[in-house]
């Protein structure tokens, strides 16, 4: 051992120079170089190979304290690891760093370093059946040589195990130390993407453990997490379940991912932010109502951070019905009361939003508002019923189900009636649910003119953007307000005598960027809308479907609107 020790030093420091050359292998003498010198290299790893797996890391790091800058420069060069030679030679180096039962922080640091440089090596290189039998001997088997199915049959034997561990309980004699799991979990950390230990990572998160503690390590979790984000592995849901409900930041780094897909969107629609949300399995792992409220209580933050943001609120809609899907595909196997979603919540208002508008003809939906609003308004303004039912609560629970306020600002546009004040009530609250009693009725007042004055328009005459601007003070130098400019919109597309100056009255309204985006998102959510009630005729579809090219064509002038 003081031979091959005496050997390698003399030798090291020339394959250190050699490594620096080659990390910018982007000429073809330096290529050729590497090629001429690679067999040679080999040799020298093998050599570093025998000398480690006898030494403890501290003497490997007092004899050659550079080695982890020597494995990364290897391990990172696509020449190196283009022959299969290489890469065996680097994995037995890499293995016999790993310490089993680490004795202080900076051997834990050496084995997460290590299996860092082990998961790139195995995420960018398919191994040989053959050549896994040092990760084995780490889980506690002696490898065979001889028999090509190793690796699946000692995945499958220890699966066997984890599951009778399950089924012995608290009978200690039969079960797996809790020790056991926990370095089977740590070995299998920069292996989790290999489709053969597919099944031993389910077992391993689907096992119960019976102590106080998480029995599988932190760095398991996290990269079992990372790499079904990132689908390098397919998880069912109750796995993914169990992963999120044992391990909290995982759900929350699931949530957050979310949230950094919407946010690089530069043009976001529903459609699009329900396709990241179902592939997200949040709306089904939801049924849980432990990650539902998890999930719920990250939407809060969210909205209270960016003060309501747009995004936010269609996602968390959208979050929405995925999730009442996902509840309705369970049907009488439903598991947990609503009250588990909802535990603050008046159960009579949430079953109320819950219903679906779309089973009662729209004569009869005024009712349904009326009651939402009514039962809203009780928590929203009683100051007496205590803190989880202050008007930012209220409000919150109503954004989750938004189709219903946009269903009360088209019933005030059809309507031939006087504008209901329940309905008035509930439109304003979900555009301003800061504002006190006093403000909040005054804009009630000023929302009911608008309606009125828009009901006076309504005839069998063509309509003129200017009628429409003078009705509606639009001529104005100040700036209509949010709900004033989706009534219009509304009314534009519900009544055919608008339809030909709705066009020149989107333009004269979208006089920034903000405002175009702000109509381009209640355009969206309209048609959404529709299109999941099963309203709207065909004028109207394509009236909102026009007006939204030409808001697309005023912010993307260079895609031409599309």
């Given amino acids: 051992m003081a031979q091959i020790s005496v050997d390698l030093s003399s030798e090291y420091q020339f394959w250190i120079k050699k490594l620096s050359q080659w990390d910018q292998a982007s000429t073809l003498k330096i290529q050729q170089d590497l090629c001429l010198h690679?067999?040679?290299?080999?040799?020298?790893?093998?050599?570093?190979?025998?000398?480690?797996?006898?030494?403890?890391?501290?003497?490997?790091?007092?004899?050659?304290?550079?080695?982890?800058?020597?494995?990364?420069?290897?391990?990172?060069?696509?020449?190196?690891?283009?022959?299969?030679?290489?890469?065996?030679?680097?994995?037995?180096?890499?293995?016999?760093?790993?310490?089993?039962?680490?004795?202080?922080?900076?051997?834990?640091?050496?084995?997460?370093?290590?299996?860092?440089?082990?998961?790139?090596?195995?995420?960018?290189?398919?191994?040989?059946?053959?050549?896994?039998?040092?990760?084995?001997?780490?889980?506690?088997?002696?490898?065979?040589?001889?028999?090509?199915?190793?690796?699946?049959?000692?995945?499958?034997?220890?699966?066997?195990?984890?599951?009778?561990?399950?089924?012995?309980?608290?009978?200690?004699?039969?079960?797996?130390?809790?020790?056991?799991?926990?370095?089977?979990?740590?070995?299998?950390?920069?292996?989790?993407?290999?489709?053969?230990?597919?099944?031993?990572?389910?077992?391993?998160?689907?096992?119960?453990?019976?102590?106080?503690?998480?029995?599988?390590?932190?760095?398991?979790?996290?990269?079992?997490?990372?790499?079904?984000?990132?689908?390098?592995?397919?998880?069912?849901?109750?796995?993914?379940?169990?992963?999120?409900?044992?391990?909290?930041?995982?759900?929350?780094?699931?949530?957050?991912?979310?949230?950094?897909?919407?946010?690089?969107?530069?043009?976001?629609?529903?459609?699009?932010?329900?396709?990241?949300?179902?592939?997200?399995?949040?709306?089904e792992a939801a049924c849980h109502p432990a990650v539902f409220r998890i999930v719920d209580e990250m939407f809060r933050s969210a909205l209270l951070e960016t003060d309501g943001a747009p995004e936010i609120l269609a996602t968390l809609q959208v979050f929405m019905w995925c999730f009442v899907d996902a509840l309705e595909k369970e049907g009488k196997k439903l598991k947990f009361p609503l009250q588990a979603y909802f535990p603050c919540a008046s159960p009579s208002l949430i079953v109320m939003l819950l219903q679906r508008p779309k089973d009662a003809p729209q004569a009869q939906w005024q009712q349904p508002l009326g009651q939402i609003a009514h039962l809203l308004r009780e928590t929203a303004e009683d100051q007496s019923r205590g803190a989880w039912c202050t008007p930012f609560e209220s409000w919150f629970l109503l954004v989750h189900f938004g189709e219903w306020a946009g269903l009360a600002a088209e019933q005030l546009v059809r309507s031939e009636a006087e504008p209901p004040g329940a309905l008035l009530w509930l439109l304003v609250f979900s555009y301003s649910p800061e504002a006190g009693s006093q403000q909040r009725a005054q804009t009630m007042v000023e929302v009911g003119a608008v309606c009125r004055r828009l009901k006076g328009l309504r005839g069998g005459a063509v309509l003129s953007a200017r009628e429409l601007q003078a009705a509606l003070g639009l001529d104005r130098p100040a700036e209509p307000g949010r709900i004033t400019r989706h009534l219009l919109l509304l009314f534009l597309l519900w009544t055919p005598s608008g339809h030909a100056a709705a066009l020149e009255v989107v333009t004269l309204l979208s006089q920034t960027e903000e405002i175009s985006r702000d109509l381009i998102g209640f355009l969206d959510q309209t048609l959404c809308r529709w299109d999941r009630l099963c309203m709207g005729a065909s004028a109207p579809r394509e009236l909102a479907r026009a007006l939204l090219t030409e808001l697309h064509r005023q912010i993307w002038p260079e895609d031409g609107g599309t």
């Avoid at 561990?165 to 797996?176: A, E, I, K, P």
């Avoid at 391993?204 to 790499?227: R, W």
Wanted: hydrophobic fraction near 40%; proline fraction near 7%; glycine fraction near 4%.
């Fill in 38 to 283: 690679l067999p040679q290299f080999q040799g020298f790893l093998r050599q570093l190979y025998e000398a480690l797996k006898v030494m403890d890391s501290k003497t490997v790091i007092e004899k050659f304290p550079t080695i982890g800058q020597l494995l990364a420069k290897s391990c990172w060069n696509p020449f190196i690891l283009a022959y299969d030679e290489s890469q065996k030679i680097l994995i037995w180096c890499l293995c016999s760093l790993i310490n089993k039962e680490p004795l202080d922080s900076a051997e834990s640091k050496l084995n997460s370093w290590t299996r860092g440089l082990l998961s790139h090596m195995l995420s960018a290189f398919r191994l040989n059946i053959q050549d896994v039998g040092l990760f084995t001997h780490g889980l506690g088997y002696t490898p065979t040589d001889c028999y090509p199915g190793l690796l699946k049959n000692v995945v499958l034997s220890l699966v066997t195990e984890l599951r009778e561990n399950h089924l012995n309980g608290f009978n200690t004699q039969g079960r797996m130390t809790p020790e056991r799991v926990k370095s089977l979990s740590q070995v299998c950390v920069p292996l989790v993407a290999l489709p053969d230990l597919g099944p031993l990572v389910k077992a391993l998160l689907t096992c119960p453990g019976c102590d106080p503690q998480e029995v599988l390590c932190p760095e398991f979790l996290d990269a079992v997490n990372e790499a079904f984000l990132t689908k390098k592995i397919s998880l069912p849901t109750s796995t993914v379940v169990c992963l999120w409900l044992r391990y909290l930041p995982s759900l929350e780094t699931a949530v957050l991912r979310l949230f950094q897909r919407l946010i690089s969107m530069e043009r976001r629609c529903m459609k699009k932010i329900e396709g990241f949300v179902r592939d997200s399995l949040l709306p």
